[in-house]
């Protein structure tokens, strides 16, 4: 091996050691060229300038933001493709028997079509008017009147904070002046891997009127804990508003709305 | 409880490189690109890809880093590609830095020397540049450099002493001029 070789190789070497800050001299018995080719890559190795520290902590919590969102989208898709696996096995493999199977399971949706738009037709909400002289009112409105939003929508917390803020803002979008008779309105935090409701929190007993166009807001504070006062486990978590009770202005009648899941968090 | 254990598994490892590898990720984009906001830009994109493509990264194919490298790299080249600039450096442009434990004098000096740095970076020739921010920005080992230029271990040594040397002298140059 060559002298040159030897060189270049130490020379890589040393330049290893100067980048895991290490402390590193030219020995004595190196040429003039090769100590100040190292003399400048240190100062190159010095040069660089990292990243700055609010931009490394925004990115990384945007990156686990993004994975939780994945891992979550990857579950969600196992979770549909072991049902559809589930489903197939219930066919048997041979001609005659998954005609015979399709046949009776033709026949079962068509049977269940009928009898849910005949016997089980849904019935309306019926609420007693709180005067009583017009007589039932139906309560599920024909549109929405009032719009809801969740600020915001989605979010990653880690379990270690105290708390969590949801803003709910209430918007009037009817045409008139609504109110909302029991504010805030009953809200459950359902656990989205098993669906089960780890918190349920009661509607409060005031009567908050919106006009037309205006929006109430609310900010839902959660602790993290569930029913029992334990913290919960780390997963997928929805807000659901699941009943909104209104009235409009000058009509005793209650209206019911219904939202639904209108936030996911991500308890990390 | 397995999928939550596993997923928190991904992110505590995602997280661990994460936090060796950004800074060396946003170096080697640096000494590439002279323009803070779009270092950091690109820097994002990098992550974001990588985090995307994670599942299918296999460690017996390749080192996490070069892997990692692969993708700065490429999404680098697509930049000049895509806004159709040329990789050239000017003091105009160059780097603004922002960095923590310097006085507001030593953040000075340390900027003019980058800038001039870069300028004198641009004068060798596209593979020696290439050694150079990998190496320095990357802080890749002669191997794994080879590996992502198609060189053999010794020839990326020799590149890089030769390269090292060109750029000293190119910057002493300018120190004197």
Known sequence: MGKGTNEEREFSESIDRLLAGEEVKAGEDMNEDYRTAIKFARKLAESSVGPSPQFKDQLRQRLLQQLAKQEAAARQKEKGSRFWDGLRNLVPRRPVWQYATTMVAVLMLVFAIVLSSTVFAPSPVVVEPVNGDEGPIIGMPEQDLLGLEAIPQEMVISLAEEVVEIELVFQNISSESLTVTSFPPSIEIIRIDDGEVVRNLEAGGVGVEILQSESVTYTLVWDLRDNSGEKVLPGWYSINVNDVTLSKAGEPAEIHQVFGAVAQLFVD | ?177
């Open chain 2, 1 to 177: 409880m397995d999928a939550v254990k596993e997923a928190t598994s991904t992110r505590e490892t995602f997280a661990e490189l994460y936090e060796i590898y950004m800074p060396k990720v946003f170096r080697y984009i640096q000494y590439k690109i002279s323009n803070k906001q779009l270092t950091e830009d690109l820097t994002s994109a990098v992550f974001e890809k990588a985090l995307v493509n994670f599942s299918k990264y296999s460690s017996d194919k390749a080192k996490f880093s070069t892997w990692l490298f692969s993708i700065a790299r490429n999404m680098v080249i697509d930049y000049y590609r895509v806004s159709g600039r040329r990789e050239t450096t000017s003091l105009e442009e160059a780097t603004e830095i922002s960095s923590r434990d310097l006085s507001p004098e030593e953040e000075l000096e340390k900027k003019v020397e980058l800038e001039r740095l870069q300028v004198c970076l641009v004068e060798l020739s596209k593979e020696e540049q290439e050694i150079i921010r990998l190496k320095f920005g990357a802080e890749l080992n002669n191997r794994q450099i080879a590996k992502m230029l198609g060189l053999s271990e010794t020839n990326v040594g020799t590149k890089l002493y030769r390269a090292v040397r060109k750029l000293r002298d190119s910057f002493q140059e300018s120190e004197n001029g």
